[in-house]
């Protein structure tokens, strides 16, 4: 784990390479945290793993959230391990929904959308899958970017704070006013 | 217990004439009248149907654990004649759905049930398979009856064994054309639901005769409160 001054010695090499990629870090609970900029994920993924000093070598899992009253709505996480120190660090690049800017539903609007690392990490494969599937987030440049873990023709994406929790109500005899002869 | 030694070895002596063929006559036609029992064809097969379940190998969560120790010797599911667990639809009679069926799992359940060949039963075990249980999300199908038909369902998360025994001990009785009564009939407790008794505490006229009409049902065999 970087201690807080190693993360700012990260971002700082990180800016060198790519101005106005960082957005901000954070070390909590002895977690070293980068928010970068999605354009630039690609960069600092880059420089993580083939800068000689850092070796962040292994992609320990990538992942989506949605943070839906909170704007940029969405998040896209990528844990890095050094295996040579063990030590990780954490890799947030906010997203934000375009549909949220212009109202429209997110079939016209369109999809969040950031840049594959699975040229990268080839591990990212079928996690950037698995945020696509769940969350809608399109990454760029995935080769086969299909449903994993729905069905092929399923519409909408289940993990999404807006999406309905579904299921039906529990009927018992005592829902008779609200649905009556249900037991029919 | 000397009176039924005796009775016993007169018995024996007597199925020693037969057949050696020296019972004739009269002494003929008591001793096969004796031994006659007569029913139905249906009756006939219905009891062998019952005694003979082939469950089908087939477990889709952890209720399927449950399912597993049926077989072993401290629950003993061959005590019932249904220990012939079938690894294919085509020679098994009883589906046992042991956990949630998600929605891309309900195709697969209903493929093997439709491959299974009549009579075929379903047996819906814990509140997953019956109603979607805990699990009210997208991905999970909100009880099997949407897809398929569901003879029997088991209560229970998961049921313990000697519950899935229970329940098929209800489901030969279905077999055989005599399905078990709700408790509300068997108790005389008819009319005594919450909904026909919500607004005053007390069963309502209506919901009385209502329940008077399911009881005739039944005693006319109607009824097929399993």
């Known amino acids: ?184 | 217990m000397e009176v039924e030694r005796q009775s016993l070895r007169a018995r024996q002596l007597r199925a020693r004439d037969l057949l050696r063929g020296d019972l004739e006559g009269k002494d003929l036609e008591e001793y096969v009248e004796e031994r006659l029992l007569t029913t139905t064809l249906e009756n006939v097969l219905n009891w062998g149907r019952s005694n003979a379940i082939f469950p089908m190998t087939f477990g889709l969560a952890c209720c399927a654990i449950e399912q597993i120790s049926l077989v072993t010797s401290r629950y003993d599911i061959a005590r019932f004649g249904a220990e012939a667990f079938r690894a294919t639809p085509r020679q098994a009679d009883l589906l046992i759905l042991s956990g949630r069926v998600s929605i891309k799992m309900a195709p697969v359940v209903r493929r093997v049930y439709d491959q299974m060949l009549e009579p075929r039963w379903v047996m819906a075990m814990g509140a997953c398979s019956s109603s979607g249980g805990m699990f009210a999300n997208y991905a999970v199908v909100q009880g099997a009856d949407k897809f398929m038909p569901v003879d029997i369902h088991v209560p229970g998360c998961p049921p313990r064994p000697e519950a899935v025994l229970h329940g098929l001990n209800k489901l030969q009785r279905l077999i055989r054309g005599r399905p078990d009564l709700g408790w509300r009939q068997r108790y005389n407790a008819v009319g005594t639901e919450e909904w026909a008794r919500f607004e005053s505490g007390k069963p309502t006229q209506e919901a009385l005769d209502r329940a008077a009409a399911a009881i005739r049902s039944v005693d006319e065999g109607e009824g097929e409160n399993a």
């Open chain 1, 1 to 184: 784990m970087p201690d807080a001054p190693g993360l700012e010695l990260i971002a700082q090499g990180i800016e060198e390479g790519r101005q106005n990629t960082v957005i901000e870090t954070s070390f909590e609970h002895d977690r070293a945290t980068l928010v970068v900029n999605p354009e630039g994920v690609l960069h600092v993924l880059t420089w993580l793993r083939d800068t000689p000093e850092q070796g962040y070598t292994f992609l320990a899992s990538v992942h989506a959230a949605d943070y839906l009253p909170a704007t940029p709505r969405f998040a896209v996480h990528y844990e890095l391990l050094c295996r040579e120190r063990v030590e990780r660090i954490h890799v947030k690049a906010l997203l934000e929904d375009p549909a949220a800017a212009n109202g429209d539903s997110p079939s016209e609007a369109g999809l969040p959308e950031i840049d594959s690392c699975t040229e990268l990490f080839p591990t990212a494969d079928y996690q950037e899958r698995e945020a696509d599937d769940f969350f809608g987030i399109v990454f760029r440049g995935h080769p086969d970017l299909r449903r994993i873990a729905m069905p092929d023709e399923y519409v909408g994406w289940p993990q999404r704070r807006d999406f309905p929790i579904g299921g039906e109500p529990v009927l018992y005899t005592h829902n008779e006013i609200e649905a009556p002869r249900w037991f029919e």
